[in-house]
């Protein structure tokens, strides 16, 4: 069975940081694009990096201020988040799909639980 598993979300204040982790178990996905997304309370999910390989993949509201890397021992994929801001505060998911640096959560299967992220001013 294959199971997604996030952590790492939290409370912090704006300027602050977080690394959230994704460790994947059931299955491999070192071939696999590993991608990042969001979910704000009433918003649709939306797509946050990507990695495929060596090649990242960022949505232009990240502005340099997220990393995505991925440990393919651990099958575990990290998000990075500096400078967060308040409009950060999201539900954070991860999962893999072999479209190779898609941006749209239809092309994504085996969804995790998600971590919760706030962030306050």
């Known amino acids: 069975q294959v199971q997604l598993v996030e952590s790492g979300g939290g409370l912090v204040q704006a300027g602050g940081s977080l690394r959230l982790s994704c460790t994947s178990s059931g299955r491999t996905f070192t071939s696999y694009t590993m991608g990042w997304f969001r979910q704000a309370p009433g918003k649709d999910r939306e797509f946050v990096a990507a990695i495929t390989g060596g090649t990242k993949y960022y949505a232009d509201f990240v502005t340099g201020r997220f990393s995505i890397s991925r440990d393919n021992a651990k099958n575990t994929v990290y998000l990075q988040l500096n400078s967060l801001k308040p409009e950060d505060t999201a539900i954070y998911y991860c999962?893999?799909?072999?479209?190779?640096?898609?941006?749209?959560?239809?092309?994504?299967?085996?969804w995790g639980q998600g971590t919760q992220v706030t962030v306050f001013s």
């Open positions: 999962a893999p799909t072999q479209r190779v640096g898609s941006s749209d959560p239809l092309d994504y299967d085996y």
